[in-house]
């Protein structure tokens, strides 16, 4: 176990030099750079030069890749434009938001997801299962945003049962503490259910496939055989093995999750690092967006690393590969 | 087919029932829902292309901002018209251009760079195959919004050419994990080594005998790619990154509709439609696809 972890950090920590110096050439490689997107008029053009030597960016370029590493490797990821202070502090204020958000989509999706493909395996071929296996293919070919607009349209204009968007009330620093924590739940609901419903049909499809995989399989009729109640079989016997390769979805679907929290994050005006990278699009935020693409790729990373460790957890042959 | 096997051995004498595009084609005219997506995919085609005939309206021009805006569906403005009192029809039409054409056109840039990077390191194999396929890890762990909203905020302003480019070239790394997959197991096969033996060169090898079996799982991969890219450029458009150009894509639509959702739901809502009818025509066609290109690995052949 303890080889299959250092290896699997290895590699995980090469994917994630290689990423940064995929960033380093995209930056280079595009026209301009961070001082030429100010489009201030009023500017000497001698301060912008003497800012482009302080930054070192008329330096020879090995010099200059060079020192992006060091920088980096201290945690630094450069000067936010819109924000004036360092990336890496703006970043640190959205990413547990990003996290909190794509962590319950991620239970919502996981919950939901396994219950309706197990269902779904065990009523197979009947009404029920096709009519759901319709909805899931169906809801699954929706874009986020739409899903997200319409969601919010029912939920927050019409029926106004929850907030349209923003993390939390307005008045928020005025409620008691049960109110406080009440109205955080009540913003998180509808993008986590955007983000999570999207997931519940990609599992769903994916858990039956994986359900009626196993459930041909020999030691399925032992345990029948041995008198086994069925739904027993099903769950202990089959739904166990049948988890295996939706964990390693998880895992796999981890860069698209975050994919989808840009557009929820956007509509739903949640702080999080898709909505600040989106709009640091707009104000030309060079350092910004980069270190977001950064950030997100360690997630990945991160996030792989522990899918293979839980796989190797359940599954002792993977182990041993 | 069973239930018609004169038929079947008529097509064996003539010399083309053994062809496993053949069968698979067979197969796939037989899957209703195949048929119907691909069916619905044809009339959107015909109606891009046939776009000038199809509307009544200019797409870009507005009509009477004061008198025909924001309104309802009705028999002059089928889909209704838009806050700048355009035809939504027209412009859904003349969008299925700019749709259609990034999809397609993108998918076919990812699919042939993925196709000669995963073939190339699949065949060599050894520290070079190693090293490019560190690339892709990298490039597969940098999640594809993000990275196009970094490309978007280094370039700013792209045409459709640009889009196209885009949207291929973060696409491709999929594919070429896959078709490294594939070459790697087929490098392996008996009658790669008798082509070998034969004295066959390596790209004899590869483009005769190795690419041939990479083709269908690739084209799968790459039906399911345009479905996908069809909501990704809609979720560019949708953030204020789309396609500059006059005329509209359907995610530029849906985005102008979005902003006055409230008063008027009908531009967003048809080009939200027209989304998502497209995507699950391309993912049924997909799916189906995936059958038909199964079957014939089948013993039973």
Redesign the interface.
């Known amino acids: 176990m303890r080889r299959f972890l250092a290896r699997r950090l290895t590699?995980g920590a090469?994917?994630?030099?290689?990423?940064a110096s995929?960033?380093f050439v995209?930056?280079h490689i595009?026209?301009g750079d961070p001082f030429s997107t100010l489009n201030n008029d009023q500017l000497d053009p001698r301060v912008v030069e003497a800012w482009r030597t302080a930054y070192g960016i008329d330096r020879p370029l090995p010099q200059q890749f060079y020192s992006f590493f060091r920088q980096l490797a201290v945690g630094n990821l450069g000067l936010s434009v819109s924000y004036g202070r360092p990336v890496s502090e703006v970043l640190a204020r959205a990413l547990p938001n990003t996290l909190l958000l794509m962590g319950v989509a991620l239970l919502v999706s996981f919950t939901a997801g396994i219950a309706i493909g197990a269902w779904q395996a065990m009523h197979r071929d009947s009404v029920g299962d096709r009519v759901t296996g319709t909805t899931s293919?169906?809801i699954?070919?929706?874009?986020?945003?739409?899903l997200g607009?319409v969601l919010m349209?029912v939920f927050a204009?019409k029926l106004h049962w929850l907030p349209a968007g923003g993390m939390v009330d307005p008045l928020h620093n005025m409620l008691s503490t049960g109110g406080r924590i009440v109205d955080r739940i009540r913003h998180i609901v509808l993008p986590a259910l955007t983000l999570g419903l999207l997931g519940t049909a990609a599992i769903a499809r994916y858990q039956r496939a994986a359900l009626l995989d196993v459930l041909p399989q020999d030691f399925i009729r032992t345990a029948r055989a041995k008198g086994i109640a069925e739904r027993w079989v099903v769950y202990r016997h089959g739904l166990r093995n049948a988890l295996v390769p939706t964990i390693v979805l998880a895992g796999l679907s981890l860069?698209?999750l975050?994919?989808?929290a840009?557009?929820v994050e956007?509509l739903y005006a949640w702080n999080g690092m898709?909505s600040l990278?989106?709009a640091?699009?707009?104000s030309?935020?060079?350092y910004l967006?980069?270190g977001?693409?950064l950030v997100?790729?360690v997630m990945?990373?991160v996030g792989?690393i522990l899918t293979d460790v839980l796989h190797a957890v359940v599954d002792p042959r993977v182990r041993a590969r | 087919m069973d239930a018609n096997p004169s038929r079947r051995r008529r097509d064996d004498d003539a010399g083309l029932g053994s062809s496993p595009w053949r069968e698979a084609l067979r197969t796939l005219r037989h899957d209703r829902t195949a048929m119907a997506g691909a069916i619905i995919l044809l009339l959107l085609i015909g109606a891009a292309v046939a776009a000038p005939l199809l509307t009544p309206y200019h797409p870009e021009k507005p009509l009477d901002i004061v008198a025909l805006k924001n309104l309802p569906p009705s028999l002059a403005h089928p889909f209704g018209t838009d806050q700048h009192s355009r035809d939504v029809w027209s412009r859904m039409i003349y969008g299925a251009r700019v749709t259609l054409a990034v999809a397609f056109l993108s998918v076919l840039v990812a699919v042939t760079v993925g196709t000669a990077y995963g073939a190339i390191a699949g065949y060599v194999g050894g520290l070079t195959d190693a090293l490019l396929m560190?690339?892709v890890?990298?490039?597969?762990?940098?999640?594809?919004?993000?990275?196009l909203?970094?490309?978007?905020?280094?370039?700013?302003a792209y045409s459709v050419t640009g889009m196209v480019l885009i949207l291929g070239l973060t696409g491709w790394f999929g594919v070429s994990r896959l078709v490294r997959t594939l070459v790697v197991s087929a490098r392996e096969d008996d009658f790669v080594a008798a082509a070998r033996a034969l004295g066959a060169r390596d790209s004899r090898v590869l483009v005769h005998h190795i690419l041939p079996r990479v083709i269908g799982p690739v084209l799968v991969a790459a039906t399911f790619a345009v479905?996908n890219v069809i909501?990704v450029e809609?979720?560019l458009s949708?953030?204020?990154?789309g396609v500059k150009v006059p005329a509209p894509s359907w995610g530029s639509v849906?985005q102008e509709g979005?902003g006055v959702?409230?008063s008027s739901?009908w531009a967003?809502s048809f080009a939200?439609a027209a989304?998502?009818v497209t995507?699950?025509a391309v993912?049924l066609v997909a799916d189906g696809l995936r059958r038909a290109l199964n079957a014939r690995q089948l013993p039973a052949r």
């Open positions: 590699h090469a994917v994630v030099l290689i990423a995929l960033a995209l930056v595009a026209p293919l169906v699954g070919s929706l874009p986020e945003f739409w607009l349209v204009e860069p698209t975050l994919g989808g840009v557009f956007t898709g990278a989106a640091a699009f707009f030309r935020d060079y967006v980069l977001a693409v997100g790729s990945v990373v792989g | 560190r690339v890890d990298a490039c597969l762990a940098i999640p594809r919004v993000l990275l909203i970094a490309i978007a905020t280094l370039w700013q479905g909501v809609a979720g949708y953030l204020g990154m849906f979005m959702f409230t739901i967003s939200s989304l998502v995507v699950l993912n």
